[in-house]
């Protein structure tokens, strides 16, 4: 384990350029979800807005098919927290190290809380690299530019392209949490955690509301504590 304390800047800089691989699955997936705004009948100023806004892609792809069959605002709004759980979960594990800033600032910071932005800070926490809140701001920033940039190019490029959803560009977001999580596998228990987890979201995928995402969570760290337990 290593410890660093950097500038602002610094921190700054290594959760942007720690993020930066990781736009290989974010940029396509911005881009499909910009392909269908459209055809979901979402305007293009309302599809651009919703990146700019809310900001969660999974809860964004949901939305759409929601608003595309008709669903009521409430109903929308329930099933979207739903899916959006595991940030309370993300929001959980960071709180040890975030409990020292003042609570705007935390508030601040996690509207730029994804998945790969959760990746890099906990890394950087694990590594012991301070100030984590430049860390999680430089990876969040690069993370949003590019959700929002993409959601607009692809809002364009769903104009002039046909079937562009179609392409399988979705499979490159595949490839970024796997990216993701396996250099974090490091122990055992680490290891069952993620084997478990992903065989339950696998055998719970037909499951509504992505139930089957948070089973595969509450599995995954249930066999992961029990074999530590036993160890």
């Given at each position: 384990m290593t410890s660093?304390?950097?500038?602002?800047?610094?921190?700054?800089?290594?959760?942007?350029?720690?993020?930066?691989?990781?736009q290989m699955g974010v940029?396509?997936?911005?881009?499909?979800?910009?392909?269908?705004?459209?055809?979901?009948?979402?305007?293009?100023?309302?599809?651009?807005?919703?990146?700019?806004?809310?900001?969660?892609?999974?809860?964004?792809?949901?939305?759409?098919?929601?608003?595309?069959?008709?669903?009521?605002?409430p109903v929308i709004i329930f099933t979207t927290l739903i899916v959006n759980l595991r940030h309370a979960l993300y929001s959980a594990t960071l709180q040890l190290p975030f409990s020292h800033q003042p609570f705007l600032r935390r508030a601040a910071l996690a509207f730029f809380l994804t998945d790969e932005t959760f990746a890099v800070v906990q890394s950087a926490a694990s590594q012991?690299?301070?100030?984590?809140?430049?860390?999680?701001?430089?990876?969040?920033?690069?993370?949003?530019?590019?959700?929002?940039s993409f959601?607009?190019?692809?809002?364009?490029?769903?104009?002039?392209?046909?079937?562009?959803?179609?392409?399988?560009?979705?499979?490159?977001?595949v490839a970024t949490f796997t990216g993701i999580v396996v250099p974090?596998?490091?122990?055992?228990?680490?290891?069952?955690?993620?084997?478990?987890?992903?065989?339950?979201a696998l055998l719970a995928h037909a499951l509504p509301y992505k139930l089957g995402l948070l089973l595969a969570v509450l599995f995954g760290v249930s066999a992961a504590m029990h074999f530590r337990e036993k160890a």
């Open positions: 660093s304390t950097a500038t602002f800047g610094q921190a700054f800089k290594i959760g942007a350029l720690e993020t930066l691989p990781l940029a396509p997936f911005a881009l499909i979800f910009g392909t269908l705004a459209g055809p979901a009948g979402l305007p293009p100023w309302a599809a651009l807005a919703m990146s700019v806004l809310v900001y969660a892609g999974s809860s964004q792809f949901l939305a759409l098919s929601l608003l595309a069959a008709g669903a009521a605002l012991q690299i301070a100030p984590l809140d430049a860390v999680m701001f430089g990876s969040g920033l690069v993370n949003y530019t590019t959700w929002v959601t607009a190019l692809g809002i364009v490029l769903g104009q002039n392209i046909p079937e562009l959803q179609h392409w399988g560009l979705e499979f490159a977001m974090l596998l490091v122990t055992r228990a680490q290891v069952i955690c993620a084997v478990v987890a992903g065989a339950t």
